[in-house]
């Protein structure tokens, strides 16, 4: 149950890279709008299987642990929405990149495996 949110996010992701590699129209907003489409549902997808709680991966991480490893880390849960807030505001504040490292590198693969190569000819629209 806990890997509905992020396959679903992966599917429309998938789906907005079928459309960047074989529909790609010349209309700059859709082409954004496939582009924010791809590169946020990776990234939303891809954070919530981070294994912290609240987040979905933590449950994943939960059921394929060993019982009495999975009973250590429920206990460690109770701490995981602090942990989060805290890298959160670290990498906002403080200029970690600590969220970046982690997703940024996924991200582009994921796009590019979804995209082809149409993605990088997307790209320089981010910045308009």
């Known amino acids: 149950m806990s890997l509905a949110g992020p396959l ?10 079928i459309f960047i590699r074989f529909f ?4 700059e907003i859709y082409l954004q709008a496939l582009l924010w489409l791809i590169l946020m549902n990776i990234g939303l997808g891809i954070f919530n299987l981070l ?3 609240p987040l979905d991966g933590s449950h994943v991480l939960e059921n394929i642990l060993p019982p009495v ?3 250590k880390y429920r206990a460690f ?8 807030i805290g ?4 990498d906002n504040f403080a200029h970690t990149g600590i969220i970046g ?3 940024i590198g ?11 190569d149409n993605l990088f000819h997307l790209l320089p629209l981010l910045r308009q």
Do not use: D
């Not at 996010?9 to 890279?17: D, E, K, R, S």
């Not at 890298?87 to 670290?90: D, G, S, V």
């Open 24 to 27: 790609i129209l010349p209309l």
């Open 106 to 116: 996924p991200m582009f693969y994921l796009a590019h495996l979804f995209a082809g």
């Open 87 to 90: 890298i959160i505001l670290l």
């Open 77 to 84: 849960g109770r701490y995981g929405p602090f942990i989060l």
């Open 51 to 53: 294994p912290l709680p």
């Open 101 to 103: 490292r982690i997703l």
């Open 69 to 71: 490893a999975a009973q």
């Open 8 to 17: 679903a996010n992966i599917c429309v992701a998938f789906l907005a890279g």
